[in-house]
């Protein structure tokens, strides 16, 4: 079975090629995404459960794709371990 993997060429292809001179809206998402998760999410037992599961991913890698259903998100393991990071800091503030 092949393994997904998100290229960056595949998120600029989402938003479109930029023409010259103009600013490519695909950076700005990919550094906005996590923390405006956090922000609507904002729970810290929920938080603490996505940011260990990143941390797992991102320390373990060959153990999940051995053995567990989670490798379809090894591609996504930053952004996992960003968004429950920023999920558990906002619950923190708000709550």
Partial sequence: MNSVTITPY??????GVPQYQEINP?????VTFP???GVMFSDIAHGL???CLGLLMLFYPKWIEENS???M????KYTIALMGFFATY???IYN
């Fill in 73 to 76: 998100l090894l591609p996504h």
């Fill in 26 to 30: 695909a950076i700005f998402n990919l």
């Fill in 35 to 37: 923390f405006l998760f």
């Fill in 69 to 71: 259903i989670l490798k």
């Fill in 49 to 51: 459960i996505l940011f």
């Fill in 90 to 92: 906002c619950g923190f």
């Fill in 10 to 15: 595949e998120v600029l292809s989402a938003y």
